[in-house]
């Protein structure tokens, strides 16, 4: 069976957290701030809770408009006693999303996505600290993702993990899309990143030509990895024909991006990433409190 269901590898990131959590006796805080009416910001503010529940760490849920949401963030962020935070978004659906994704403090930033974390991840820019003594966080869906392909053959346990290999990623969004693909470069893999506008070309030494375009078809020929996270019921569907033999293909959408006949093909084919990222969220969580909170 090609098939590989992140819920195992999920349960054993989650058991290394929660040994970690009640051996160490770590009384570990996060606000999950919901201001979406959105089933899908709702869904993960959920999973979000058992995953907490199920580690060990206190989960407070905090129910906010979008109005009300940048004041309610200010005392969170500047609350000793809350270690974490989880936004759900879309709030407003715009760019100003991505002014309160912004707004929230970096050493309590679950997921990552604060500009402070990306600036170090397009940088390559693994630590952090004035001595450099702590890892640098990393956004959760991509982190969950590359860990789902080191369950692969075609991951490398040493050097670069991803070095030689091409890898197609259908979303550029800089949430998961954009972010990912540079964590793939950064581990040696060359990436052909796709958007609604075509694909584009990212080497392995992370530069990114907008010039240098690629089409669908040559991408995936050529890509031992493909990878798609395209929200849309429009979107055509990748089939057997299109790939290269023995790829491994990755869904991360709640849309299925991939025919039949594709995933019967793949060498591996992981159909979703929703538990996983969870189970990174937890392992952030407890990164930052042992990095910046533990000891204040």
């Known amino acids: 069976m090609n098939k590989l269901d ?10 290394i957290v929660k040994k970690e959590i009640l051996e160490d006796g770590l009384e570990i805080n996060i606000a999950g701030i919901l201001a979406s ?8 503010c959920n999973y979000a809770r058992s995953g907490c529940e199920d580690v060990g760490i206190n989960f407070k849920q905090i129910d906010a408009t979008p109005d009300s949401i940048v004041p309610i963030l ?3 962020n500047s609350d000793k006693n809350i270690h ?13 999303d991505g002014d309160i994704r912004d707004t929230v ?3 309590k930033d679950v997921e990552g996505l604060t500009s402070y974390w990306i600036r170090k991840l397009y940088a390559n820019d693994r630590f952090d600290g004035e001595e450099k003594q702590y890892k640098a966080i990393l956004p959760c869906t991509p982190l969950a993702i590359i860990k789902l392909l080191e369950e692969t053959d075609a991951y490398i346990p040493y050097g670069l993990p991803f070095k030689g290999k091409t890898i197609t990623v259908f979303n550029r969004s800089e949430v998961v899309g954009k972010p990912l693909a540079y964590m793939l470069s950064n581990d040696g893999a060359k990436i052909y990143s796709f958007d609604i506008t075509g694909g584009i070309v990212i080497d392995s ?9 690629v089409t669908r078809e040559a991408a995936l020929q050529e890509s031992d990895i493909v990878i798609t996270g395209v929200p849309s019921r429009q979107f055509e569907k990748i089939s057997a024909k299109e790939l290269k033999p023995g790829a491994i293909c990755l869904n991360f959408s ?14 591996r084919f992981i159909p979703r990433v929703g538990p996983m990222t969870v189970a990174m969220c937890m392992r952030n969580a407890l990164q930052l409190y042992k990095n910046y909170h533990q000891d204040r």
């Open 84 to 96: 974490g935070i989880f936004i759900y978004y879309p709030i407003w659906g715009d760019v100003r």
């Open 6 to 15: 992140p819920a195992n590898t999920a349960a054993f990131f989650r058991d």
């Open 74 to 76: 200010s005392e969170v």
């Open 254 to 267: 709640s849309v299925q991006n991939f025919e039949s006949d594709a995933k019967a093909a793949a060498g």
């Open 105 to 107: 403090s970096p050493e």
């Open 205 to 213: 030494a992370g530069t990114c030509s907008e010039t240098v375009r």
């Open 37 to 44: 009416s959105d089933p899908a910001s709702i869904t993960y």
